[in-house]
Nanobody, 123 residues
Framework: QVQLVESGGGLVQAGGSLRLSCAAS????????MGWFRQAPGKEREFVAT????????DYADSVKGRFTISRDNTKNTVYLQMDSLKPDDTAVYYC????????????????WGQGTQVTVSS
């Protein structure tokens, strides 16, 4: 019952910044914890960041901690991922996901997924 559409991906040089957006629709958005995951070619999908339904709690993968910031604006039904100091290893397709309930670092707990947006970081 939640539809998600990511945007904001693109090509950026190492050290640069991008902000990804995830626009959500559906009556249960404010009940959902949100997550960002990414998948590089030949790699498994990995956790990036999560935020609770109120935006009062967030958590990050160690690989992005201090560089990425997740936020949400429930009045706009939108979740953001601000990515700073980007590295070539950040290159991946980034996915927005939603689940009813508390935050999780596991992709298996998220029921709703966007289509993904490509982020490419050149050296």
């Amino acid at each position: 019952q939640v539809q998600l559409v990511e945007s904001g991906g693109g090509l950026v040089q190492a050290g640069g910044s991008l902000r990804l957006s995830c626009a959500a629709s559906g009556p249960t958005f404010s009940d959902c914890a949100m997550g960002w995951f990414r998948q590089a070619p030949g790699k498994e999908r990995e956790f990036v960041a999560t935020i609770n339904r109120y935006g009062s709690y967030s958590d990050y993968a160690d690989s992005v901690k201090g560089r990425f910031t997740i936020s949400r604006d429930n009045t706009k039904n939108t979740v953001y991922l601000q990515m700073d100091s980007l590295k070539p290893d950040d290159t991946a397709v980034y996915y927005c996901a939603a689940r009813r309930g508390v935050t999780s670092m596991s992709s298996t707990w998220y029921a709703y997924w966007g289509q993904g947006t490509q982020v490419t970081v050149s050296s």
